[in-house]
């Protein structure tokens, strides 16, 4: 009997470690589709980190095409989408839960298509601000995986708390920002549980979801069917022809492509002269030999442009209102 125990006790010890392997199995460029859609670590929502709702996907894919899923989208860089992949399977297998749903169970059962939503979170300092990322698509999918996730893990690694918005696609633009508000109203109301503060938080999102987060930054949660919470300390937007303002804008950080001919940069600068006309502290980059959707921009003109908007919030979480 001391020998099948033994025996028993090896085996058992083996397959630990095995499944605990592939938990935290990382990925890389060869890595495919089909390796993200049944990795162990997205279990129950891995098909929400792919751009698209409903769509059949080629699962043979390597991650090296993964630019052809997204295109509205240019400098897709295979080895920036695993290397903020690898973040969230590392949070998984040590422990942190990734992902989590805003809608209750009946909210998704009355609305099939709210099953599509939830939040990614890449954790900071505990009680640090937090950042909401809504990434782009032209509202017909959702690009967290070039400019959600790799934003995410540049503001976590600074220590700031980052929540990644997958939003309903397919809806249109007052669908996608109710989901965002609904987002905010979660996070605030488990504001403990989360480590999250509150206070300071930003808005982060670029082309369709630059819209989503302006719209909020500038009427706040509650007109979109959210809880009655602060406005946004800062709100970055990345490549949006976004228009609408109000006349008590939070500060904003803009970046666009000086080739973009998806959201010229004559239509975002409509929208900054206004801004600073008001009196809102705004900075505004445009990058050299770039189009639309470039994400952080690694090997381009705007690489690090992420962590000058990082610098841009931190001022204003330091000093609410300056530039008023």
């Known amino acids: 009997m001391a020998g099948r125990r033994t025996t028993y006790q090896t085996f058992a010890a083996a397959w630990m470690v095995c499944m605990s392997a592939s938990a935290s199995g990382r990925l890389g460029p060869r890595s495919t589709v089909g390796d993200i859609l049944r990795h162990p670590a997205f279990t129950g929502f891995s098909r929400l980190i792919l751009p698209w709702d409903d769509r059949a996907y080629d699962e043979s894919l390597p991650l090296t095409g993964i630019g052809s899923l997204l295109p509205y989208h240019t400098c897709v860089d295979p080895d920036v989408v695993t290397g903020a992949l690898n973040r969230l399977i590392d949070d998984a297998s040590s422990g942190s839960t990734v992902f989590y749903r805003f809608y209750s169970d009946a909210e998704m059962e009355r609305r099939p298509a709210k099953k599509h939503t939830g939040l990614f979170f890449l ?25 959600g996730f790799p934003y995410a893990e540049a503001i976590s690694g600074k220590g700031y708390n980052a929540f990644v918005l997958k939003y309903r696609t397919g809806h249109g633009g007052s669908a996608a920002t109710e989901d965002l508000a609904a987002a905010l109203s979660y996070i605030s109301s488990n504001e403990a549980a989360l480590g999250v503060s509150t206070k300071g938080y930003s808005l982060w999102g670029s082309s369709a979801g630059a819209r989503m987060a302006a719209s909020i930054g500038s009427h706040g949660a509650a007109r979109y069917g959210g809880g009655v919470i602060p406005k946004p300390a800062a709100v970055v937007m990345a490549y949006t022809a976004h228009a609408d303002y109000s006349a008590t804008e939070p500060p ?25 006309e008001s009196g809102t502290r705004v900075e505004y980059r445009k990058y050299a030999n770039l189009g639309h959707g470039f994400g952080l921009g690694e090997g381009t003109s705007a690489a690090g442009w992420v962590f000058e908007a990082i610098g841009f919030w931190e001022v204003a979480i330091e000093h609410p209102g300056a530039g008023k």
């Not at 300092?125 to 909401?132: D, I, K, L, T, W």
């Not at 032209?138 to 070039?146: K, L, M």
């Open 252 to 276: 904003t950080f803009a970046v666009v492509g000086e080739q973009d001919g998806i959201a010229p940069p004559a239509s975002m600068e409509r929208r900054i002269r206004a801004l600073r």
């Open 123 to 147: 954790r900071g300092r505990r009680g640090a601000p937090f950042a909401v990322i809504a990434p782009g698509g032209g509202f017909a999918y959702a690009g967290s995986v070039h400019e």
